[in-house]
Nanobody
Framework: QLQLVESGGGLVQPGGSLRLSCTASGFSLDYYAIGWFRQAPGKEREGVSCISSSDGNTYYANSVKGRFTISRDNAENTVYLQMNSLKPEDTAVYYC????????????????????WGQGTQVTVSS
């Protein structure tokens, strides 16, 4: 069974850092583009960052550019989202998603382009 599991969320003060992990089971992430999305209460889902299967291309939403970094470790079958300089407006449930895109530099930034989703991890930025 194909499954994505997010971890690493929690409560952090403004200016702090968290690293989210997205680990796959039942399939290899090597040939998949991976995206991170978030949804805050009362708001629409927002694409945060994504990385191509080739690891050659990345995308960042303007709201996180310069603060968040996406990376992948295919040996660990995991994609990471390093979040620095966190702000209260970063508070949301964060989801990772995967879509098959072998040997590609394509970075799908829209949620409807993804086939597999994790259950989400809560990130709360508050003093």
């Amino acid at each position: 069974q194909l499954q994505l599991v997010e971890s690493g969320g929690g409560l952090v003060q403004p200016g702090g850092s968290l690293r989210l992990s997205c680990t796959a089971s039942g399939f290899s992430l090597d040939y998949y583009a991976i995206g991170w999305f978030r949804q805050a209460p009362g708001k629409e889902r927002e694409g945060v960052s994504c990385i191509s299967s080739s690891d050659g291309n990345t995308y960042y939403a303007n709201s996180v550019k310069g603060r968040f970094t996406i990376s992948r470790d295919n040996a660990e079958n995991t994609v990471y989202l390093q979040m620095n300089s966190l702000k209260p407006e970063d508070t949301a449930v964060y989801y990772c998603a995967a879509v098959s895109s072998p040997y590609s530099d394509y970075v799908p930034s829209a949620g409807h382009e993804y086939d597999y989703w994790g259950q989400g991890t809560q990130v709360t930025v508050s003093s």
